[in-house]
């Protein structure tokens, strides 16, 4: 992984190493994912894409050590900012966590708390967090519900989150995650349950506010057309491990990873050609519970030889910060 | 509207014309108090025209709340029509009863969009798929029965060894494929489908588009399909009616409309969709529509965009446009083209 850590510019706001999770399931354990390695610049939106159990969310979460009591994080180092988040306490996590790591879900409705008003929810973190009193807090409030569009902010502090529509709650989760200046915003699935109109106000939200704070972002995402307007880099996860990363132009034009390369193609887009048959990727997504000893990905890969159904291939460069975990095809 | 639908021949058999739908309305009421008094409605679906032709995809898309899904249903009879008609291969088909709609049941099927709640989890494949030819009092003997469902399964891509296992045991593209061969097992001409693969996984998805293409091809299908994933309904489409707040605001051919769309909210709704490419989108405007969908319960007065359009108009906010054919051929509501 070195030479990952030396192609960066300069030392990542987030180094990732080795991260493992694993969950007791009652069918066994889980591996969910798997020696994990990724960097993010400050400033920059990582963008982790991947289906569903390729283990792009939990990844997000046991950054913030949010698994559950089933689970369990391993890891070699989570450098942020300078400090080994892995040899935190508990007590100093929750000093990071919503504070300089800051967390945007999917469900807006079911992340605000319904008995509690805007004002105070956004309020909070500034009072757990920076020590301000109540009244400052709610003062600060105002000005972050306009940095994120709220019209009439000091009107809407006493209202409750089931007077704002879907589009206006997410706009008050971002407003809370961006309460303490975080460093680093992780923003999981944050425009899913969003009309497409409403995603694209979102999401172009939280670029203009990372780009102004200098805050990055991991966006985690299963939308190609998302990552392609909004990430600077891209980390691909397959089956628990990533198994390619790389600038997003150079992702979109050069694609290498059998997997990314059939992913990318069995996207319809809105500038392909209609009506022709998709690419499709034979077979399914892989059982977290009963993945194979090589490579996840070669049950479905045209190009899998007996190397890859052995151990799983390492993540190494390929060119200039392009990564890729695959023991090559003709 | 009016005069382009009468002018349209429907009572022959051999029309063109599959489904023809005339000034569609959904009213729910709203009540309140003790003794339910109604208050007031919600016009789910508000003058809703378009038509359906043999073999074609014609997609309706729109935003949550635009009454897309609620078209559908009502279109099929499952949902209590307030006002309109439906003719059916020729026949009008609005006022018939529960017994009149069980034949023509057997010619319009519906596939759903969660492959997971739409399947009793109890019961076997064979029988999920052969239900209907059960329904309908056409299994047959039970060779014959356990002859069609193999037929139907293989037919999706499916083992027809499979059928005497529980959808627990499938994947979710495997159990959209049930659903599939569930919709077919009567031999319907018509399938509407609603948002049928936006459950599923990106490379699963492909999968059952093209199973869908293959079997309109094979079958001759024709297929209402709703859908908000625009690159999907742009691949699978050959007409498109965009809708807003109950309305249609724009009916066109797939190309057209997505190549120029003119209705500023398909505009927007398009520029809204981002594409799977990083060079395309830095060079795309990034003009993003702002407001959000305002409620059914309360939509805005005139045109339901106005208060989110960029290029409104005094008459906007009083004056309803009507969906009127244009000079290139497609039908659009708006008032810059009148």
Redesign the interface.
Known sequence: MSEAVQSATATPLLLVEDLSVSFRTDRGTVRAVDSVNLHVDAGETLAIVG??GSGKSVTAMSLMRLVGDNGTVDSKRVLFDGIDLGALSEAQMRKVRGNRIAMIFQEPMSSLNPVLTIGKQVAEPMVLHQGLSWREARRRAVTLLQRVSIPDPEDRLDSYPHHF????RQRVMIAMALACDPKLIIADEPTTAL???????IL?LLKDLTRETGAAQILIT?????????ADRVAVMYGGRVVETAP??EL??NPQHPYTQ???A???????D??K?????PG??PDLANLPPGCAFAPRCPYARDECRQAPPPLEPIAPQHLRACYGYE | MSDAATEMPHADPADETLMQVDDLKVHFPVTEGLLNRQVGSIKAVDGVSFSLRRGETFSLVG??GCGKSTTALAALRMQPVTAGRILFEGVDITHYSQAQMRPIRRRMQMVYQDPFGSLNPRMRVRDIIGEPLVVHGLAGDKVKYKARVRELMALVGLLPDMADRYPHEF?G??RQRIGIARSLALDPSLLICDEPVSAL???????V??LM?DLQEQLGLTYLFIA?D???V???SNRVAVMYLGRIVEIAD??PL?DTPRHPYTE??????????????ASRP?Q???G??PSVRNPPSGCHFHPRCPKVMPECKTETPALRPRDDGRLIACHLYD
């Open positions: 289906e569903s529509s879907g589009g206006m009309d497409v109109t409403v995603q694209a106000q172009a299963h939308d190609l057309g998302v990552v392609a307007r909004y997003a132009h979109y034009a059939g992913l990318m069995s996207v319809p887009s809105l500038d392909g209609p009506g048959r998709l690419q499709t990727i399914q997504p | 935003e949550s994947s593209g495997q996984d990106v490379s699963i998805q492909a999968q588009v093209n293409m908000h625009l690159s999907v742009r691949h699978i797939r190309d997505f927007a709704l398009l520029a809204a969709v981002p594409v799977a490419n990083p060079v395309i989108e990034q993003i529509v702002t959000e969908v």
